[in-house]
């Protein structure tokens, strides 16, 4: 069975801080990974998406990685801003299937105090 | 990149009753999809919506529960039917191009609050 687990379910940093979250897949074949930053009320908004042969993705202060050998992603995030508390989200998609049907994880939850 | 917007952004209904939730989006997408997301969880799909004939499921959810019109490569709508307080949810709209590299954009939500 697809599945994608992140880490932490959620996480607490002051501004100005780095900090790194994790997902971790099983989703076979492997097409791609996406992460989203969905603020409260809102949708979804991507922030990387990487295929196997990527593994390093930068969004201003969002960076991506991925090991597509051990089936981890890790999203840092560089001198944290009060606007960056969101959940966010780490999408995997399998080979031969639409973006649709993608195996969403449960998101980690940061908020950044001043 | 697409927009998407939904209406409405919000609502609060009464137990039985039945709610429908437009989609539009400012170009022709190929892909549209309605997701469900539970307080507290990550995105479900729900069903994709298909131009001119009937919506796919997903398992778990049925079209007498969630009927889904796509008229046209633009715009859809889904109805939560017969609404009980477990459908309180947030539901979104997502769009994206024909393969599953491409990235999905997802419509602002619209938040069911069901007494």
């Known amino acids: 069975k697809n599945q994608v687990e992140q880490s932490p379910q959620s996480l607490i940093i002051l501004e100005g801080k780095n900090c790194t979250l994790q997902c971790n897949y099983t989703v076979s074949p492997f097409s791609n990974l996406r992460w989203y930053k969905q603020d409260t009320g809102r949708g979804p908004v991507s922030l990387t998406i990487?295929?196997?042969?990527?593994n390093t993705k930068s969004n201003g202060r969002y960076t991506a990685t991925l090991d597509a050998d051990t089936k981890q992603s890790s999203l840092h995030i560089t001198a944290s801003q009060l606007s960056d508390s969101a959940s966010y989200i780490c999408?995997?998609?399998?080979?031969?299937?639409?973006?649709?049907?993608?195996?969403f994880g449960d998101g980690t939850t940061l908020t950044v105090k001043p | 990149s697409a927009v998407i917007s939904q209406k409405p952004s919000r609502d609060i209904c009464q137990r039985g009753t039945s709610l429908t939730i437009q989609c539009q989006v400012d170009s022709q997408v190929t892909m549209m999809f309605w997701y469900r997301q539970q307080p507290g969880q990550s995105l479900t799909l729900i069903a994709t919506?298909?131009?001119?004939?009937?919506?796919?499921?997903e398992s778990g959810f049925v079209i007498d529960k969630f009927p889904i019109s796509r008229p046209n490569l633009t715009f859809s709508t889904l109805t939560v039917s017969n609404m009980s307080p477990e459908d309180s949810s947030i539901y979104l709209c997502s769009v994206s191009a024909a393969g599953s590299t491409d990235t999905q954009y997802f419509g602002p939500g619209t938040r069911l609050t069901v007494l």
């Open positions: 990487m295929t196997f042969s990527e």
């Open positions: 919506a298909n131009q001119g004939s009937e919506a796919t499921y």
């Open positions: 999408v995997v998609s399998a080979e031969g299937t639409n973006a649709g049907k993608s195996t």
